[in-house]
């Protein structure tokens, strides 16, 4: 968070500084009336223009993105042409001038090299072709330049250079923001990973010995719970989307309990209390199923009598308000908080932190997971999950799969 925070000032001051030299080119050309100053109307018009050119940027730099921005860019500037390359191509060139691709290609070796800007006049035969200088400012990320920024005038000017060099920073930041969320993704998913490995070898053998058990004493009962079995794994391995619906996830939670139940028999009770319309709120894939795992885990061991978990899942105005609540063991709070600080994890431990950390990438710090444990006292886990968050959408239920 930190870091995106210092991304979005680096963005705004480059903004700034090209709003006001756009405002001193049209401050003498434009009378708006209510509209503010003509400054104050150029730097809104900065920011606009910015803002269209941004969304292209965040996915990255490559030919259909550098296209649909370079039109913008350019209008920040003024120019009479604009090209974006990447380290060995013109990726889009706007405006007039088209055939200098080649000349300015040539001259880019040394700003990609050392990463400073440079400008340098242009040779051209072409008889109406009015560009005569070009502004190369590189595009960095982390220190490593992916590209540049060239801007192409009739004239030299001081003015241009600085323009673009501050225009180049601020496109700078959004490609290191398309990093981020790359590098937020791959991490997701990893963790997604790691959790799917967590899946006990001990649960599936379990499982699959109880449905053997049945298998001559009951058939029926087995086949309903290798359907069960089937559907849970299913569920637990898929590979399509970061997010699914909370009615899916509880779907999945009812084959593992099902498995479960066939296990222990009474000593496992489950409640449920679920509010129809939190049913299509979007969250993190298994992300309660981990919670009701280790309420199972942590409410049987150590206990001859039964277990007792429930699950509700209430509406809270603009969050679904999800509360899993065993009456187990518990766990002394502080060996808790150094599960979910990494500092430690044991078994059963790693899931706890796994959602923790997930919840709080995708809805910020404020909507970690809140538990209220003690040793011999239970653990009761509550999960605030918003109805609607940028980003975050269903990738559809399973059965579409």
């Known amino acids: 968070m930190t870091g995106f925070l210092a991304g979005l000032c680096v963005a705004v001051l480059p903004l ?3 709003g006001f030299w756009l405002g001193r080119r049209t401050a003498r050309t434009q009378h708006l009336g209510g509209l503010g100053t003509p400054v104050e109307h150029a730097t809104f018009q900065t920011l606009h223009t910015a ?22 860019l350019r209008t920040l500037l003024g120019t009479d042409a604009l090209c974006l390359t990447d380290d060995g191509r013109v990726l889009a060139w706007d405006g007039v001038g088209a055939h200098h691709r080649t ?11 050392t990463g400073r800007g440079e400008a340098f006049p242009l040779t051209c035969d072409v008889p109406d072709c009015s560009l005569r200088w070009a502004v190369v400012a590189p595009l960095t990320v982390d220190d490593r330049v992916h590209g540049a920024l060239v801007a192409c005038a009739p004239r030299e000017s001081a003015v241009l250079v600085r323009a673009a060099a501050e225009v180049a920073r601020w496109v700078s930041v959004q490609l290191e923001l398309a990093d981020l969320d790359r590098s937020r993704t791959r991490l997701i998913e990893a963790e997604i990973k790691a959790l799917r490995a967590q899946i006990s070898p001990h649960f599936i053998f379990n499982s699959l010995a109880v449905i053997a058990s049945f298998v001559r004493t009951d058939p029926e009962r087995a086949r309903e719970l290798l359907l069960e079995f089937a559907d849970f794994t299913r569920y637990s391995f898929r590979r399509h989307g970061d997010f699914t619906t909370l009615a899916d996830e509880l779907h999945a939670i009812d084959h593992y309990l ?12 489950v409640t449920l209390q679920i509010a129809p319309e939190v049913l299509p709120v979007t969250l993190p894939y298994l ?3 981990p919670l009701v795992e280790n309420a199972v885990k942590h409410g049987l061991e150590g206990k001859a009598g039964t277990c007792r978990i429930s699950i509700t899942a209430q509406d809270a105005g603009a969050e679904a308000v999800v509360v899993i609540e065993d009456d187990g063991a518990g766990m002394d709070p502080g060996l808790l ?9 044991p078994s059963g431990g790693i899931g706890l932190s796994n959602v923790d950390d997930r919840l709080r990438q995708v809805y910020g710090d404020d909507h970690g997971l809140v538990i209220e444990t003690a040793v011999g006292a239970g653990m009761k886990v509550t999960a605030r999950l918003p109805k609607y968050q940028p980003g975050v959408h269903s990738a559809g239920r399973l059965a579409e799969e």
């Open 16 to 18: 700034l500084a090209a």
């Open 51 to 72: 803002s269209l050119a941004a969304p292209p940027l965040r996915a990255g730099l490559t030919e259909e993105t550098a296209r649909k921005s370079a039109r913008r």
């Open 103 to 113: 000349e300015v290609m040539a001259r880019l070796a040394g700003p990609l090299e």
């Open 258 to 269: 099902a498995l479960v139940r066939a296990r222990f028999g009474d000593r496992l009770s």
């Open 287 to 289: 992300c309660l199923q």
């Open 337 to 345: 908080r150094r599960i979910l600080a990494g500092e430690v994890s």
